[in-house]
């Protein structure tokens, strides 16, 4: 069961990095979801399930998974709820959302390539956040018409 879920996640996490931005930059321009924010939700979802199934196998050290799996997701269906019911300031739902999600891929991507360095839980956190909030507070004319 485990390798099953090992061979779904990275798989899932592949899809989500590349429409992770794709999901973004569409949904920005149409003004409401499209098929990339559907296969980015979807992606993380089946992301984060698998990090749920996986981390009973190595709990001791793999805790710390189960709430960030969920949080990811849930950074995910914000985004996509935003993009559902575009209005006012909908397009930062969609920016943290869906951006908060593609951070949280990196970073786990960073976390398990190169463990044991603090930075690799920082460095994708407070490069990411930052260039969002800068989008959200200078958005494109086109996301606020």
């Given at each position: 069961m485990r390798d099953?879920?090992?061979?779904?996640?990275?798989?899932?996490?592949?899809?989500?990095?590349?429409?992770?931005?794709?999901?973004?930059?569409?949904?920005?321009?149409?003004?409401?979801?499209n098929w990339a924010g559907e296969v980015f939700h979807w992606a993380?979802?089946?992301?984060?399930?698998t990090a749920l199934?996986?981390?009973?196998?190595?709990?001791?050290?793999?805790?710390?998974f189960w709430p960030i799996s969920i949080a990811s997701y849930l950074f995910v269906y914000l985004g996509q709820r935003a993009a559902e019911s575009p209005g006012g300031l909908w397009y930062?739902?969609?920016?943290r959302g869906y951006g908060g999600g593609w951070i949280a891929l990196w970073t786990a991507?960073?976390?398990?390539?190169?463990?044991?360095?603090?930075?690799?839980?920082?460095?994708p956190i407070v490069v990411g956040?930052?260039?969002?909030e800068v989008l959200c507070f200078r958005p494109a004319k086109?996301?606020?018409?």
């Open positions: 099953i879920a090992l061979i779904l996640h990275v798989a899932a996490g592949l899809v989500g990095l590349v429409f992770g931005p794709l999901a973004i930059v569409w949904t920005l321009r149409s003004r409401r979801l993380v979802a089946l992301v984060c399930l199934v996986m981390v009973p196998y190595d709990w001791g050290r793999l805790w710390v930062r739902g969609v920016l991507i960073l976390v398990v390539s190169v463990p044991d360095h603090p930075w690799t839980w920082a460095i956040s930052a260039a969002l086109a996301w606020t018409r």
